[in-house]
């Protein structure tokens, strides 16, 4: 009788382990380096800080400068010289998208047998209806199309269009939802669709708030905290911030209600480095969004769940937003198979049991239509007037012009002190 009981227990065990995590997949944008709590930031973070600090936070984490080719590697697992993206972001009225030929991370998940939504802002091409979200993996989405908007009109004349951006799948919402401030709409869909899942399914949800990009906009209420801060810029941009670490939190009640936080895993990127002119933070990083320093591709990312064999941990092994796709796949149990050939690696034992990086190189970029910078050294090596980097280990070439590389700390402008440092 003792034998059957323990058999029992053991089988029961060795199903919990094997069971399908639901997955929380978040990423801000614009979101700067120093723009965290836990990197002794002056904005407060208490949910990002909490989650962060009793799960893995991954200090030696990189992203692309730019917003689409981040998003690109994010859902393909393939660098954007493979998929076309590594020039610039895509722009409302140009007829290209995320290759159809490269199935997502949300095609791979749903095949695996995954509920799966999309929340926020897309920006990977909508020019045919194939390239939006609900023609990608997605069963649902809800918000922008583009790469920004104004974040109560959800319109933007800046970028060559003058019209309302926000969809309810394929759908364009009308006037209902005008005056409702994005982060907040966000969040809000994001609760509903965790209420009414079925908890027989796992769930995966992106949630790719807009926030904290341009325009600085935010609430009243969020700005009160922030009084000691002079410079107009960095005072919304805090107050965003805030905004936004207060949707996680209520997103996280929603699975935490919904019986479903156990087993949820939580993984929380930026896009890019923080844009400076605007606000965001980097130090004491060098360059800024869009640029090939520091500032422009390392980033904020940490990952929480009650799977993570070593809790409360900082890593400092190599990891590249390409990695989440085979890492969160196989965590699934999805299969890469009819995918093409990955530039991610899983890495699911680094950031679990601390173990050694899947990879020791990161190819940041090579553009070879960006403007050409200094001289080209031979005729028969690489032509080094041309933009690109590359990491491999502790070492980090960059040739042509990666961008701007300032010393620029955010915090003292508005205060008397010389913005470059």
Request: aromatic letters at 10%; a neutral charge; glycine letters at 10%.
């Amino acid at each position: 009788m003792i034998r059957i009981a323990v058999a029992i227990l053991c089988f029961t065990t060795t199903v919990r382990t094997k069971r399908q995590p639901n997955i929380l997949l978040i990423i801000a944008d614009d979101y700067g380096y120093n723009d965290i709590g836990y990197h002794g930031s002056e904005i407060k973070t208490p949910v990002l800080d909490r989650l962060a600090a009793d799960g893995v936070k991954l200090e030696n984490y990189y992203v692309q400068p730019i917003c689409s080719p981040s998003r690109s590697q994010l859902m393909t697992g393939r660098y954007q010289i493979h998929t076309g993206i590594q020039h610039a972001i895509f722009w409302p009225l140009q007829p290209n998208g995320l290759p159809l030929q490269d199935p997502t991370l949300a095609d791979k998940l749903r095949e695996a047998g995954y509920s799966t939504h999309a929340v926020g802002k897309w920006h990977l091409g909508f020019f045919k209806e194939e390239y939006l979200p609900t023609h990608r993996g997605f069963d649902t989405f809800f918000g922008i199309l583009n790469g920004k908007a104004d974040h109560y009109q959800y319109n933007d004349t800046a970028m060559g269009i003058n019209g309302l951006d926000l969809r309810d799948g394929i759908q364009r919402v009308n006037n209902e939802y005008r005056g409702q401030y994005s982060t907040n709409l966000y969040t809000k869909k994001a609760v509903e669709i965790v209420e009414k899942h079925d908890s027989e399914k796992p769930l995966f949800m992106y949630l790719s708030y807009q926030a904290v990009h341009l325009p600085l906009q935010v609430p009243d209420k969020y700005l009160k905290q922030y009084g000691h801060i002079k410079d107009m810029d960095r005072k919304i941009y805090a107050g965003m911030t805030s905004a936004m670490d207060e949707g996680i939190g209520d997103v996280v009640k929603s699975f935490q209600s919904k019986g479903l936080w156990q087993d949820t895993l939580v993984v929380f990127t930026t896009d890019n480095g923080g844009q400076v002119l605007y606000g965001g933070d980097n130090w004491p990083l060098r360059g800024w969004k869009g640029s090939l320093w520091e500032g422009g591709v390392k980033a904020v990312g940490f990952v929480h769940g009650q799977m993570i064999q070593k809790k409360g941990a900082i890593s400092k092994e190599l990891i590249h937003i390409s990695d989440w796709f085979p890492t969160l796949i196989k965590l699934a149990n999805g299969s890469l198979k009819r995918t093409n050939p990955l530039d991610g690696v899983d890495q699911w034992r680094t950031i679990s049991y601390g173990e050694q990086s899947q990879r020791n190189t990161i190819l940041h970029n090579i553009d070879p239509l960006f403007s050409h910078a200094g001289e080209r050294k031979s005729d028969n090596q690489f032509d080094t007037r041309e933009r690109a980097a590359l990491r491999h280990n502790e070492w980090k070439i960059i040739t042509g012009d990666p961008g701007n590389g300032s010393w620029i700390y955010t915090s003292i402008r508005g205060q008397n002190q010389n913005k470059l440092l």
